[in-house]
C-alpha cells in the first residue's frame, strides 16, 4: 500500500506515489472506465492526482471532474493538483494566437476557477506555475496566490520546472511557501543532478516530483544506446534483487534519492500501475544506483 508523505512540512500530504493525467484523452476511456482507473489508484492507496488545464488540450480536467462526481467519493479523500500559465493555441481558446506562458494574476485566477469548474470540486490541494515564464512578475504572482489562498480555492501552491535561482526569486515575493517543484527526472534524465535544483529542494526541505519517472516510456521503446544501456542493466538488477521488472527497478531508482522524489506516474494501464507500486518495496544498494547511473551516462563518475 503507498504511505501518505508531506511534500513539505506546511503541506500536503499527498501519496508517496502520484497518478498524472496527462495521457487521460488517449486511453479511450469513458466515464465508467476513469472510475474504475481512479477506483482502482485508490485501491493502492494512490490519492493524489497530477493535472494541469492544458492536458489533452483543455479536456483532461472535465473527463476526470465528470468521473469524480459520478463515483461519489469524498472530496476529502484524494488530492487533486493541477497547474497553470501556459497557453495553448487551441480551437477551445480561440483568443490565443501563438504558444505563450501567462503568470499575470488575472490569468492565473481565472485558470483556477475554470480548473475547479472543469474538476467539479470547491478546492485544488495543490496549484502549481507550469513553467518558468521570461515576463513573470512576481508580484503578480503573489497577488493571485494570496487571493486564491484567501478564498479557499487552493490550500497549497508550487512550481514546475524552475531552476533553482527562479525559484528562489519567485519565493522571495510570495506570501505563501512554495511546497514543491515538479520536475523531470528519471533513469533517462538526470539533469536534476547537475542544475541545483535537487540540492536546493534538499536544503529547503521540500520534496521534488518526478515527472515522466519512465521516460515518458522511451524507456522501453527507444532505440538509443543510453535505453539498451538502461534495458540490459535494469534487467539484470533486477533479476539480482529477486525478479523485478525493469519498470519496477527504474522506479526504485527515483524513490532511492534522498530527497524522496514523489513520482508521477503516466501509464492509464492498471496492472502498470499496480507494478510501479511494487517498487516501493525495493531497497537498491547504492553501488546498483550507481550502475544505473552508469548505464545512463554511459560514463563511471569521474
Ligand atoms: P511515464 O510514466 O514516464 O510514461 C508513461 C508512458 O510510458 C505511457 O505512455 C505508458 O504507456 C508508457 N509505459 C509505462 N510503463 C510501460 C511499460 N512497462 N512498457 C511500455 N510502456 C510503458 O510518465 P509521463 O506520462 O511521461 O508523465 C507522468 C505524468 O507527469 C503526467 O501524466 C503528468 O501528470 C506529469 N507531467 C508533468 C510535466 C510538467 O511539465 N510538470 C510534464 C510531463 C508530464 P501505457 O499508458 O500504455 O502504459
Known amino acids: 500500500m503507498v504511505p501518505q508523505v508531506m511534500l513539505s512540512e506546511q503541506g500536503p500530504r499527498v501519496s508517496r506515489v502520484v497518478h498524472g493525467l496527462w495521457r487521460l484523452a488517449d486511453w479511450d476511456r469513458d466515464t465508467k472506465g476513469i ?168 536544503k529547503l526541505d521540500i520534496r521534488p516530483m518526478a515527472w515522466s519517472p519512465l521516460g515518458g516510456g522511451r524507456l522501453f521503446t527507444e532505440g538509443s544506446r543510453q535505453a539498451l544501456r538502461l534495458r540490459k542493466t535494469l534487467g539484470r538488477i533486477g533479476r539480482e534483487v529477486g525478479g523485478a521488472s525493469v519498470e519496477q527497478v527504474a522506479i526504485a531508482w527515483v524513490l532511492k534519492h534522498p530527497v524522496q522524489f514523489v513520482p508521477v506516474l503516466g501509464t492509464g494501464n492498471v496492472k502498470r500501475i499496480h507494478s510501479a507500486v511494487e517498487a516501493l518495496d525495493i531497497d537498491l544498494s547504492a553501488e546498483q544506483w550507481f550502475e544505473i547511473r552508469r548505464a545512463s551516462t554511459g560514463q563511471d563518475i569521474a
Request: with cysteine; proline share 4%.
Open 35 to 202: 472510475v474504475e482507473l481512479i477506483g482502482a489508484c485508490m485501491g493502492q492507496g494512490i490519492t493524489t492526482f497530477d493535472h494541469a488545464d492544458i492536458y489533452g488540450g483543455y479536456t483532461c480536467e472535465s473527463l476526470f471532474g465528470a468521473a469524480l462526481a459520478e463515483s461519489g467519493m469524498e472530496r476529502s479523500a484524494i488530492q487533486l493538483v493541477t497547474k497553470c500559465g501556459i497557453k495553448l493555441v487551441s480551437e477551445r481558446r480561440p483568443g490565443h494566437r501563438v504558444k505563450s506562458y501567462d503568470t499575470s494574476r488575472s490569468h492565473i485566477v481565472a485558470s483556477v476557477d475554470n480548473s475547479l469548474r472543469c474538476l467539479r470540486t470547491e478546492y485544488i490541494d495543490l496549484l502549481l506555475i507550469h513553467r518558468p515564464n521570461p515576463l513573470m512578475d512576481p508580484r503578480e504572482v503573489d497577488d493571485a496566490f494570496g487571493s486564491l489562498k484567501e478564498s479557499g480555492k487552493v490550500r497549497h501552491f508550487g512550481v514546475s520546472n524552475f531552476l533553482p535561482a527562479q525559484f528562489e526569486t519567485l519565493a522571495s515575493k510570495l506570501h505563501v511557501p512554495l511546497v514543491t517543484n515538479q520536475i523531470e527526472y528519471s533513469v533517462m534524465n538526470l539533469t536534476a543532478h547537475a542544475d541545483g535544483t535537487i540540492d536546493q529542494c534538499q
